[in-house]
């Protein structure tokens, strides 16, 4: 098998990116109060933007949509039945096990979306918000509700659960562009170029932001569970992916998309999220820094074993 060093060359410089918002954040530039601000109009105006943009005007029945979602569905309910088996035996206490439950299945949004373009351009980015319309509820669903099981802050009930899901500015946004795409309603010229301007800005502004949020004197103080979150989230989560969509029958562009997402280093929302409902936010930020570098490696080998 010969390596496609054009992958490399797509998914480079979204890594540079990431490593210029390091370089920012750790020089101080523009200034630290900065990056919380940058982090908020990303995650609440200008992903949920491009999200809604996308889902609302896709042409669902072109991509295989049912077949897709079913594989992304069945994928991530099997890693979580495999990682649920692991919490009886777990003696670490249970919130490190909802921080390495996060990083072995919650993936970064922001690197996603911007590799899906750097490798099959528009198309890539149409496809990846249908499937961020089936994984964003789904593991929001599935995230927040082992936090609240075996998390440490007190917060439990299924209310909170309900809470953290309709209140998820992705969520909205997936849902809503979903259901006004399948009720046929177009959207306004005016909107959709507005939503489109707002959109662009998410995806350097959005890869800026992780590189500004890793934390290495964190990831130093790794030991055996973020060796195995790395493990499970950048191999064993795509392979796993990859068996399903073949299993069903999805074609190339959908199965490297499904499969792509899944060898995704861990998300930052996993830290926010660890943070609000008493999982370990220590070891959450060790994980996604551990991951993060690590996956610039293991995404480029992943994705030209698919193609």
Known sequence: MTFDTSIIGALLPIFLVILSGYAFRRFHFPGDEFWSYAEKITYFVLFPCLLFQKTATAPIESHQFIQMAAALSISVLVMT????????????????????FQGSIRFNTYVGLAAAFALFGNEGLTISALALAVLIPLLNIICVSVLVLFGDSGKRGWRTVILQIIQNPLV??????????????????????????????????????????LNFTAARKSGIIVTASCF????????????????????????????????????????????????????????????????????????????
């Open 81 to 100: 039945a495999l990682l649920l088996l692991v919490q009886p035996w777990w003696t670490a206490g249970k919130p490190s096990f909802t921080s390495f």
């Open 172 to 213: 909205i946004a997936c849902l809503t562009g979903t259901m006004l795409n399948t009720t046929g309603v177009p959207l306004h010229g005016v909107v959709n170029e507005t939503l489109l301007i707002f959109g662009r800005a998410a995806l350097p502004i959005g890869l800026l932001c992780v590189g500004a949020g």
């Open 232 to 307: 499970l989230k950048l191999f064993i989560f795509p392979l796993l992916m990859w068996s399903i969509c073949n299993a069903l029958g999805l074609d190339l562009t959908v199965t490297s998309i499904a499969v792509l997402f899944a060898a995704l280093p861990g998300s930052p929302a996993a830290y926010i999220l660890s943070k609000q409902l008493g999982g370990d936010s220590l070891l959450m930020a060790s994980i996604i820094t551990a991951q993060t570098p690590l996956s610039m490696v293991t995404m480029p080998v992943i994705m030209a074993l698919v193609r």
